[in-house]
């Protein structure tokens, strides 16, 4: 019904920039709330940014500063600008999007399939 394809990981350089992307498509009536989430090996998957319909955001400490969310509503596509990379930003990244398929349905979560984030120091 709803796909989210995730592009832009890949290898980066401490204190470089890498940018991540997710387009979510399908039977789409609405998106609330999407995000990026990561997992780094042996961890517990953790929130990293998320953004409302309405542009609000909220990021984990760790992040702030560093990453940039933000999203296209005409695209259905979420970013996660990264910038100033740690060795501690490597991670599997996954975008999440709240998704309503009608406009009476609750939302539904739906996640892409993910993406290898790796920061060299």
């Known amino acids: 019904q709803v796909q989210l394809v995730e592009s832009g990981g890949g290898l980066g350089q401490a204190g470089g920039s890498l940018r991540l992307s997710c387009a979510a498509s399908?039977?789409?009536?609405?998106?609330?709330?999407m995000g990026w989430y990561r997992q780094a090996p042996g961890k517990q998957r953790e929130l990293v940014a998320r953004?409302?319909?309405?542009?609000?955001?909220n990021y984990v400490d760790s992040v702030k500063d560093r990453f940039t969310i933000s999203r296209d509503n005409s695209k259905n596509t979420v970013y996660l600008q990264m910038d100033s990379l740690k060795p501690e930003d490597t991670a599997v990244y996954y975008c999440?999007?709240?998704?309503?398929?009608?406009?009476?349905?609750?939302?539904?979560?739906?996640w892409g399939q993910g993406t290898q984030v790796t920061v060299s120091s």
């Open positions: 999440n999007a709240q998704v309503m398929l009608t406009r009476y349905s609750t939302t539904n979560d739906y």
């Open positions: 399908g039977r789409i009536f609405s998106i609330n709330d």
């Open positions: 953004i409302s319909s309405g542009y609000s955001t």
